[in-house]
């Protein structure tokens, strides 16, 4: 699988839009990019995937770039619950594929 | 729709003591997960079962074994518990979400091992 590469932490202003890049250079054509996040040592919880459009759902948007080497997660209206390490994460579709969290981006949403 | 459900949600163990951590998922899905995660650190894959009847091995497997009881349940045990597998332990089922594989989380044991 592709490694990432994300920023270790940033700070962003509550009510602003968070915007959380990932450089994913070595990403294979069958590769999905997944946004997860961890608050404060609960579960990771699922954000949001995508292969090469831009989606968005009711918690994020993804933006990737055309050449798909790197993404954008945003977080259009940050809270103060929105606080937590984000991770990006690279993996091929199928079955029973393991994913592989690297050190993620701490997110730290200010009052 | 609970999810992800794992018991119990903390527990403290003497070395050399066993247990069972439980794992339960209501998605339907084939495959689940044990993940480990200790302070400050990434998950690391202990053991996994694409499908009912199958296990494997993850990158840390020693110290651990796992049952896939049924489709639902996916059970980790720990036959004699050592300081070292003090950790944050989260099961996670995997299943088929807008065209791709979504893993979905439990959340989590915490286990001391004095």
């Known amino acids: 699988d592709a490694k990432t590469t994300q920023p270790p932490s940033m700070d962003c202003a509550e009510g602003r839009a968070a915007n959380l890049p990932c450089n994913h250079s070595t990403i294979s054509g069958n590769e999905y990019v997944y946004w997860y996040r961890q608050i404060h040592s609960q579960g990771p919880q699922y954000i949001i995937h995508?292969?090469?459009n831009n989606e968005t759902n009711e918690m994020a948007s993804l933006i990737i770039t055309e050449d798909r080497k790197s993404s954008t997660l945003i977080l259009p209206h940050a809270t103060l619950r929105d606080t937590a390490v984000y991770y990006c994460?690279?993996?091929?579709?199928?079955?029973?594929?393991?994913?592989?969290f690297g050190s993620g981006t701490q997110l730290t949403v200010l009052p | 729709n609970a999810g992800v459900t794992q018991t119990p949600k903390f527990q403290v163990l003497k070395t050399g003591q066993s247990m069972t951590l439980q794992c339960a998922q209501d998605?339907?899905?084939?495959?689940m997960y044990w993940y480990r995660q200790d302070p400050g650190m990434g998950l690391r894959l202990i053991y996994y079962s694409a499908s009912e009847g199958t296990t494997d091995k993850g990158e840390v497997p020693n110290g651990y074994n796992v049952s896939r009881l049924n489709k639902r349940e996916f059970s980790l045990r720990l036959e004699s518990a050592a300081p070292s597998q003090t950790s944050v332990y989260f099961c996670a089922s995997m299943g088929r979400d807008r065209y791709t594989d979504t893993q979905y989380f439990g959340p989590g044991t915490r286990l001391t091992v004095l």
């Open positions: 995508g292969l090469k």
């Open positions: 994460i690279v993996n091929r579709a199928g079955s029973a594929r393991q994913l592989t």
């Open positions: 998605m339907n899905h084939n495959s």
